[in-house]
């Protein structure tokens, strides 16, 4: 079975900095591509990154570009996102999803806000 | 990065047969056979329901099927059920953005 488990949201002060994990389980992570993707409150899905099974390439909304990276660590079968310069409008839950969103995690709800 | 263009909402009774489209351009949902169809209800995480245009996962039932023609994709839902009432979004690939992907703005399905 397909798992994909997110930690490290939390509340962080406008300019701080998060660094959200997703463990896959149930596949084989080193095949796929990830993506990260957003919700708003009350608002609808954006993609904010994803990354190539060997992390030789990677793409950024454009909302978050300098500000986020994107990693994977496939011996570990992680999926990392190091949000930096966070702004308030990055509020938001944050899925971890597999390849082209087939599969996705739980989520985990980042508020920025002082 | 412009979201492709979905109704803010739709709505049908128990049984009937509703369509949700999802509008884009020659660029993404025109010029790929790659639109996705999700499922989220409240609170949820979303649930992918159509991929590659018209394809089922493993699973989903199939009074939910999907369609494309030119620049717009479509979700019918036949036979609806009170447990079909939840937020909808496609996604499309796409070629004219620095992200591979762009969701729909999303739609709201009521079950009347």
């Known amino acids: 079975e397909v798992q994909l488990v997110e930690s490290g949201g939390g509340l962080v002060q406008p300019g701080g900095s998060l660094r959200l994990s997703c463990a896959a389980s149930?596949?084989?992570?080193?095949?796929?591509?990830m993506s990260w993707v957003r919700q708003a409150p009350g608002k609808g899905l954006e993609w904010v990154a994803n990354i190539k099974q060997d992390g030789s390439e990677k793409y950024y909304v454009d909302s978050v570009k300098g500000r986020f990276t994107i990693s994977r660590d496939n011996a570990k079968n992680s999926l990392y996102l190091q949000m930096n310069s966070l702004r308030a409008e990055d509020t938001a839950v944050y899925y971890c999803?597999?390849?082209?969103?087939?599969?996705w995690g739980q989520g985990t709800l980042v508020t920025v806000s002082s | 990065q412009s979201a492709l263009t979905q109704p803010a909402s739709v709505s049908g009774s128990p049984g009937q047969s509703i369509t949700i489209s999802c509008t884009g351009t020659?660029?993404?949902?025109?010029?790929?056979?790659?639109v996705s169809w999700y499922q989220q209800h409240p609170g949820k995480a979303p649930k992918l329901m159509i991929y590659?245009?018209?394809n089922r996962p493993s699973g989903v039932s199939n009074r939910f099927s999907g369609s494309k023609s030119g620049n717009t994709a479509s979700l019918t839902i036949s036979g609806l059920q009170a447990e079909d009432e939840a937020d909808y979004y496609c996604s499309s690939y796409t070629s004219s953005s620095t992200l591979p992907y762009v969701f729909g703005t999303g739609t709201k399905v009521t079950v009347l």
């Open positions: 590659d245009v018209s």
């Open positions: 020659s660029s993404d949902v025109g010029g790929y056979n790659y």
């Open positions: 149930g596949f084989t992570f080193s095949s796929y591509w």
């Open positions: 999803a597999r390849d082209e969103a087939d599969y």
